[in-house]
Protein backbone atom coordinates (compact mmCIF):
# COMPACT_ATOMS: atom_id res chain seq x y z
CA UNK A 1 0.00 0.00 0.00
CA UNK A 2 2.72 2.19 0.80
CA UNK A 3 4.59 1.67 -2.39
CA UNK A 4 1.14 2.76 -4.62
CA UNK A 5 0.68 5.44 -2.54
CA UNK A 6 4.57 6.92 -3.50
CA UNK A 7 4.21 6.45 -7.01
CA UNK A 8 0.67 8.96 -7.46
CA UNK A 9 2.52 11.24 -4.56
CA UNK A 10 5.78 11.25 -6.40
CA UNK A 11 3.77 11.67 -9.81
CA UNK A 12 1.91 14.41 -8.91
CA UNK A 13 5.24 15.97 -7.85
CA UNK A 14 7.01 15.47 -10.89
CA UNK A 15 3.96 17.13 -12.51
CA UNK A 16 4.16 20.77 -10.54
CA UNK A 17 7.67 20.72 -11.15
CA UNK A 18 7.32 20.74 -14.82
CA UNK A 19 3.80 22.58 -14.97
CA UNK A 20 5.81 25.56 -12.97
CA UNK A 21 8.81 24.86 -15.69
CA UNK A 22 6.55 25.01 -18.69
CA UNK A 23 4.56 28.04 -17.16
CA UNK A 24 8.10 29.63 -17.01
CA UNK A 25 8.87 28.63 -20.55
CA UNK A 26 5.93 29.77 -21.93
CA UNK A 27 5.98 32.93 -20.45
CA UNK A 28 9.05 34.04 -21.19
CA UNK A 29 8.80 32.81 -24.51
CA UNK A 30 5.77 35.50 -25.05
CA UNK A 31 7.91 38.00 -23.90
CA UNK A 32 10.75 37.25 -26.17
CA UNK A 33 8.29 37.38 -28.88
CA UNK A 34 6.90 40.91 -27.44
CA UNK A 35 10.42 42.40 -27.61
CA UNK A 36 11.64 40.99 -30.74
CA UNK A 37 8.42 41.28 -32.56
CA UNK A 38 9.21 45.27 -33.58
CA UNK A 39 12.91 44.34 -34.88
CA UNK A 40 12.36 41.47 -36.80
CA UNK A 41 9.12 43.73 -38.41
CA UNK A 42 11.97 46.36 -39.31
CA UNK A 43 14.26 43.78 -40.68
CA UNK A 44 12.02 42.55 -42.79
CA UNK A 45 10.59 45.97 -43.87
CA UNK A 46 14.12 47.44 -44.80
CA UNK A 47 14.30 44.06 -47.54
CA UNK A 48 10.96 45.61 -49.07
CA UNK A 49 10.94 48.03 -51.98
CA UNK A 50 9.93 51.58 -51.41
CA UNK A 51 6.73 50.94 -52.94
CA UNK A 52 5.78 47.64 -51.53
CA UNK A 53 6.26 48.50 -47.58
CA UNK A 54 2.43 49.85 -47.05
CA UNK A 55 0.03 46.85 -48.41
CA UNK A 56 -2.82 46.10 -47.10
CA UNK A 57 -2.05 42.08 -46.55
CA UNK A 58 1.68 42.40 -45.14
CA UNK A 59 3.78 39.44 -45.34
CA UNK A 60 6.97 38.33 -43.29
CA UNK A 61 9.14 37.42 -46.04
CA UNK A 62 9.76 40.02 -48.30
CA UNK A 63 8.86 39.56 -52.41
CA UNK A 64 10.82 41.01 -53.80
CA UNK A 65 13.93 40.93 -51.89
CA UNK A 66 15.80 44.36 -52.07
CA UNK A 67 19.09 45.73 -50.45
CA UNK A 68 18.44 48.95 -51.92
CA UNK A 69 17.39 50.20 -48.64
CA UNK A 70 20.85 49.63 -47.47
CA UNK A 71 22.64 51.12 -49.94
CA UNK A 72 20.90 54.32 -49.29
CA UNK A 73 21.21 54.48 -45.93
CA UNK A 74 25.23 54.01 -46.90
CA UNK A 75 25.36 56.22 -48.96
CA UNK A 76 23.32 58.72 -46.83
CA UNK A 77 25.87 61.11 -45.21
CA UNK A 78 23.15 62.60 -42.53
CA UNK A 79 23.62 59.21 -41.02
CA UNK A 80 26.91 57.51 -42.27
CA UNK A 81 29.25 60.77 -40.27
CA UNK A 82 26.96 60.66 -36.93
CA UNK A 83 27.49 56.88 -37.37
CA UNK A 84 31.36 57.33 -37.06
CA UNK A 85 30.95 59.47 -34.67
CA UNK A 86 29.00 57.35 -32.29
CA UNK A 87 31.72 54.92 -32.26
CA UNK A 88 34.24 57.79 -31.16
CA UNK A 89 31.69 58.40 -28.58
CA UNK A 90 30.89 55.59 -27.22
CA UNK A 91 34.06 54.17 -27.16
CA UNK A 92 35.39 57.15 -25.88
CA UNK A 93 33.26 57.21 -23.00
CA UNK A 94 33.65 53.85 -22.21
CA UNK A 95 37.68 53.73 -21.97
CA UNK A 96 37.31 57.44 -20.10
CA UNK A 97 34.42 55.30 -17.52
CA UNK A 98 36.20 52.09 -17.16
CA UNK A 99 39.56 54.40 -15.92
CA UNK A 100 37.98 56.72 -13.76
CA UNK A 101 35.65 53.88 -12.19
CA UNK A 102 38.27 52.12 -11.33
CA UNK A 103 40.46 53.97 -10.06
CA UNK A 104 37.62 55.44 -7.18
CA UNK A 105 36.09 52.68 -6.92
CA UNK A 106 39.43 50.67 -5.65
CA UNK A 107 39.69 54.16 -3.22
CA UNK A 108 36.23 53.13 -1.87
CA UNK A 109 36.52 49.90 -1.91
CA UNK A 110 40.63 49.78 0.38
CA UNK A 111 41.06 53.04 1.51
CA UNK A 112 39.20 54.64 5.00
CA UNK A 113 38.56 58.34 4.91
CA UNK A 114 36.13 60.83 6.87
CA UNK A 115 32.93 60.94 4.80
CA UNK A 116 33.12 57.75 2.53
CA UNK A 117 29.46 56.64 3.31
CA UNK A 118 28.46 60.34 2.42
CA UNK A 119 30.16 59.68 -1.07
CA UNK A 120 28.69 56.48 -1.44
CA UNK A 121 25.39 57.77 -0.74
CA UNK A 122 25.77 60.96 -2.71
CA UNK A 123 26.33 58.41 -5.98
CA UNK A 124 23.37 56.72 -4.76
CA UNK A 125 21.26 59.95 -4.94
CA UNK A 126 22.32 60.93 -8.18
CA UNK A 127 20.87 57.28 -10.15
CA UNK A 128 17.48 58.95 -8.79
CA UNK A 129 17.97 62.58 -10.83
CA UNK A 130 16.03 62.50 -14.39
CA UNK A 131 18.40 63.52 -17.51
CA UNK A 132 16.26 66.59 -18.03
CA UNK A 133 17.31 67.81 -14.04
CA UNK A 134 20.89 68.24 -15.12
CA UNK A 135 20.90 69.04 -19.26
CA UNK A 136 19.70 72.65 -18.47
CA UNK A 137 23.07 73.08 -16.22
CA UNK A 138 25.16 71.45 -18.34
CA UNK A 139 24.69 73.22 -21.83
CA UNK A 140 24.95 76.60 -19.59
CA UNK A 141 28.54 75.50 -18.24
CA UNK A 142 29.54 74.18 -21.39
CA UNK A 143 28.51 77.28 -23.16
CA UNK A 144 30.97 78.81 -20.93
CA UNK A 145 34.03 77.04 -21.05
CA UNK A 146 33.70 76.59 -24.80
CA UNK A 147 33.04 72.43 -24.76
CA UNK A 148 29.30 73.07 -26.81
CA UNK A 149 29.22 70.99 -29.94
CA UNK A 150 32.35 69.17 -29.57
CA UNK A 151 33.24 65.48 -29.21
CA UNK A 152 34.94 65.94 -26.06
CA UNK A 153 31.76 67.75 -24.11
CA UNK A 154 30.15 64.71 -25.12
CA UNK A 155 32.36 62.07 -24.16
CA UNK A 156 32.64 64.46 -20.92
CA UNK A 157 28.97 64.44 -20.40
CA UNK A 158 28.52 60.50 -21.25
CA UNK A 159 30.93 59.45 -18.77
CA UNK A 160 30.29 62.11 -16.16
CA UNK A 161 26.26 60.60 -16.34
CA UNK A 162 27.45 57.05 -16.26
CA UNK A 163 30.26 57.22 -13.51
CA UNK A 164 28.36 57.00 -10.72
CA UNK A 165 27.20 53.41 -11.60
CA UNK A 166 30.01 52.13 -13.03
CA UNK A 167 32.14 53.03 -9.41
CA UNK A 168 29.59 51.32 -7.39
CA UNK A 169 29.37 48.40 -9.27
CA UNK A 170 33.36 48.19 -9.64
CA UNK A 171 33.52 48.27 -5.59
CA UNK A 172 31.49 45.95 -5.22
CA UNK A 173 34.22 43.55 -7.33
CA UNK A 174 37.08 45.02 -5.51
CA UNK A 175 35.99 44.56 -2.23
CA UNK A 176 35.62 41.05 -3.31
CA UNK A 177 39.50 40.76 -3.66
CA UNK A 178 41.13 38.94 -0.63
CA UNK A 179 43.61 42.16 0.65
CA UNK A 180 46.16 39.21 1.06
CA UNK A 181 46.67 39.24 -2.33
CA UNK A 182 47.64 42.77 -2.84
CA UNK A 183 49.99 42.82 0.40
CA UNK A 184 51.37 39.58 -1.16
CA UNK A 185 52.46 41.50 -3.87
CA UNK A 186 53.65 44.52 -2.36
CA UNK A 187 56.05 42.49 -0.46
CA UNK A 188 57.41 41.07 -4.10
CA UNK A 189 58.31 44.67 -4.87
CA UNK A 190 54.92 45.89 -6.24
CA UNK A 191 53.80 49.97 -5.98
CA UNK A 192 50.02 49.48 -4.34
CA UNK A 193 49.35 51.01 -8.00
CA UNK A 194 51.42 48.34 -9.43
CA UNK A 195 49.24 45.20 -7.12
CA UNK A 196 45.88 47.38 -8.39
CA UNK A 197 46.85 46.68 -11.87
CA UNK A 198 48.50 43.26 -12.00
CA UNK A 199 46.11 41.74 -8.91
CA UNK A 200 42.84 43.42 -8.10
CA UNK A 201 41.76 44.59 -12.02
CA UNK A 202 42.88 40.96 -13.85
CA UNK A 203 40.33 39.80 -11.02
CA UNK A 204 37.93 41.89 -11.31
CA UNK A 205 37.68 41.49 -15.61
CA UNK A 206 34.33 40.49 -15.52
CA UNK A 207 33.17 43.68 -13.98
CA UNK A 208 35.54 45.79 -16.22
CA UNK A 209 33.66 43.94 -18.50
CA UNK A 210 30.30 44.62 -17.41
CA UNK A 211 31.29 48.44 -17.22
CA UNK A 212 32.41 48.98 -20.29
CA UNK A 213 29.12 46.81 -22.30
CA UNK A 214 27.11 49.39 -19.93
CA UNK A 215 28.87 52.48 -21.01
CA UNK A 216 28.80 51.82 -24.71
CA UNK A 217 25.55 50.80 -25.10
CA UNK A 218 24.26 53.88 -22.95
CA UNK A 219 26.29 56.33 -24.77
CA UNK A 220 25.27 54.71 -28.18
CA UNK A 221 21.31 54.90 -27.72
CA UNK A 222 21.37 58.44 -25.74
CA UNK A 223 19.90 60.77 -28.13
CA UNK A 224 19.37 63.75 -25.26
CA UNK A 225 23.13 65.07 -24.58
CA UNK A 226 23.46 64.94 -28.68
CA UNK A 227 20.68 67.16 -28.99
CA UNK A 228 21.54 69.33 -26.54
CA UNK A 229 24.99 69.35 -26.83
CA UNK A 230 25.47 69.49 -30.42
CA UNK A 231 23.80 71.83 -33.36
CA UNK A 232 25.57 70.45 -36.53
CA UNK A 233 25.90 67.38 -38.24
CA UNK A 234 30.21 67.04 -37.89
CA UNK A 235 29.41 66.20 -33.78
CA UNK A 236 25.88 64.50 -33.75
CA UNK A 237 25.68 61.00 -33.11
CA UNK A 238 23.49 58.02 -34.53
CA UNK A 239 20.74 58.24 -32.92
CA UNK A 240 19.80 62.48 -33.13
CA UNK A 241 20.99 61.25 -36.66
CA UNK A 242 18.06 58.71 -36.82
CA UNK A 243 15.64 61.25 -35.83
CA UNK A 244 16.49 64.23 -38.19
CA UNK A 245 16.17 61.52 -41.33
CA UNK A 246 12.26 61.16 -40.46
CA UNK A 247 11.72 63.86 -42.93
CA UNK A 248 14.50 63.51 -46.40
CA UNK A 249 15.31 66.22 -48.56
CA UNK A 250 12.33 66.37 -50.66
CA UNK A 251 10.02 66.35 -47.88
CA UNK A 252 8.44 62.78 -48.20
CA UNK A 253 9.70 60.19 -45.52
CA UNK A 254 11.72 57.32 -46.59
CA UNK A 255 10.89 54.92 -44.62
CA UNK A 256 11.87 51.76 -45.66
CA UNK A 257 15.48 53.72 -45.92
CA UNK A 258 14.72 54.62 -42.29
CA UNK A 259 13.99 51.39 -41.21
CA UNK A 260 17.27 50.11 -42.84
CA UNK A 261 19.26 52.88 -41.29
CA UNK A 262 17.63 51.64 -37.99
CA UNK A 263 18.90 48.26 -38.27
CA UNK A 264 22.43 49.19 -39.31
CA UNK A 265 21.83 51.55 -35.52
CA UNK A 266 21.61 48.21 -33.90
CA UNK A 267 24.01 46.09 -35.16
CA UNK A 268 27.23 46.86 -33.03
CA UNK A 269 25.81 47.22 -30.13
CA UNK A 270 23.79 43.52 -30.71
CA UNK A 271 27.50 42.14 -31.59
CA UNK A 272 29.00 43.88 -28.81
CA UNK A 273 26.23 42.16 -26.11
CA UNK A 274 26.55 38.70 -28.20
CA UNK A 275 30.40 38.45 -28.26
CA UNK A 276 30.77 39.34 -24.38
CA UNK A 277 27.16 37.86 -23.30
CA UNK A 278 28.73 35.41 -21.17
CA UNK A 279 31.13 37.74 -19.27
CA UNK A 280 28.36 40.56 -19.26
CA UNK A 281 26.23 38.37 -17.20
CA UNK A 282 28.80 36.83 -15.01
CA UNK A 283 29.47 40.61 -14.03
CA UNK A 284 26.24 41.67 -13.70
CA UNK A 285 25.15 38.68 -11.21
CA UNK A 286 28.46 38.70 -9.46
CA UNK A 287 28.28 42.52 -8.78
CA UNK A 288 24.53 42.34 -7.37
CA UNK A 289 25.12 39.55 -5.09
CA UNK A 290 28.24 41.14 -3.61
CA UNK A 291 28.85 43.51 -1.32
Given amino acids: MRGSER ?32 FLWALSSSLRPIGKLFTLTPTW ?18 FMIPFRNSFLVSTASAVATVCCAALAGYGLARLRFPGKRGVIAAMLATQMLPT ?16 YNTFPGLILASTAWTLPYAVLLLRSFFVSVPVALEEQAMVDGCTRLGAFLRVTVPLSAAGVVAVSVFVFIWAWGDMLFPLILTKNIDHQTAAL ?30 VLFMSLQRQLVEGMMAGSLRE
Fill in 7 to 38: APRGWRRWWRQRRANLLGHVVLGALMAWITFP
Fill in 61 to 78: LPSPLTLENYRWALAEPT
Fill in 132 to 147: MLVIIPIFLIYSRLEL
Fill in 241 to 270: SLFNMMQSTRGATNYSGLLAAGVLFTVPAV
